[in-house]
């Protein structure tokens, strides 16, 4: 009988323990929010609510970007992006998402969030997204942004016969920005034109040089932000005056976009007027300072707004690509770009200055 209970005993013991090690066994969190893949795009003002598959969940800790919020509760994750007004918001983030089970098991799940997205007019002939077409006037097919590129003085695509070029650029299919030569052209009454010339040296370079840059860091073949081979020149004189010569920035199916930013610098002809003097232009003194100023215009062609780049501070000319922040400008149909200068850099006529900048990845939210 004694041996019978210490049998029974010893199986009450194992089942115990049995027990024990279920009641110990780690409960694994799963917080599996659907169709959350890649980045989230939303809206500034409106939120976005994913449905979640939750098992083994005790706590639920979200850390959010500033100005976000984000709530999870009955299977429902909704993150909310910052009201249009609140300019502290971050226009990006990841919304992270902390759960514990009663074990103690914890599963960290995160999100990337953005209020729009941005595409990028990089000029590089790996980026052509437009239909190929024909510059009639010349004859010349544009398959991609590299056949866009002319001699830099008096070639067929931006001068053709002197008195007109109906030269143009169309970013289809990406960014949707347009551009044409004003007035029909040529290139001397302004415009924006495609290049990817480079020459290091600066020292002789004048208006027949006007499509080469002499960027810090350049080579040849990758004098574009970044290293890449094409970029932009802007040419558009008109100093004061909103009526004058420019070029401009139209987005081609009318509709009103932020354009985030995009990145200039001087080009060569710029460079050495400043640096060494020309025939028109001083040379900098410590007190001359040169601008680009952007003007905005809605579908209403009113103006939204105007934003400002130094190609020239105290003296010092930027050789650099750098970052033009155009986000201010709200949201615009047509972006004019105009120069304003030092008195030393103008006379009796306007702006002395050769007035082009070089631009590249132009950045647009969608």
Known sequence: MRKFLSIIACALVVLAQSCSKSDDKPLIPVFEVQEAEGLQIIPAGTEKSYTVNAENIDKCIIQSPIGWSADYSDQTLTISAPAEENTDGDASGVVSICVTSKSGESLTVNIEVAQYELRYLTFEDTDTKFAAYTLEYCGKSIAKWSDLIDEQYGGPLLYNDYSSAEYYWFDENNTGLFSTLPFGGPFWMGGEAISNYYDADFSDKSYTDQLCISVEGGAEGKAGHNGSANFCVHFGYS??????????????????????????????????????????NHAATPTTWVKIIAEGYDENDALTGTSEFYLCKDGVPVNKWSKFDLSSLGKVVKVHFYFDASADQSGSYGLNFPAYFAYDDVAVRF
């Open 239 to 280: 100093s004061f005056e909103a009526t004058g010569n420019n070029g401009c920035l139209v987005f081609a199916d009318g509709q009103a976009r932020i354009i985030d930013h995009m990145y200039v610098t001087n080009i060569g002809y710029g460079l050495n007027s400043l640096v060494n003097g020309d025939g028109f």
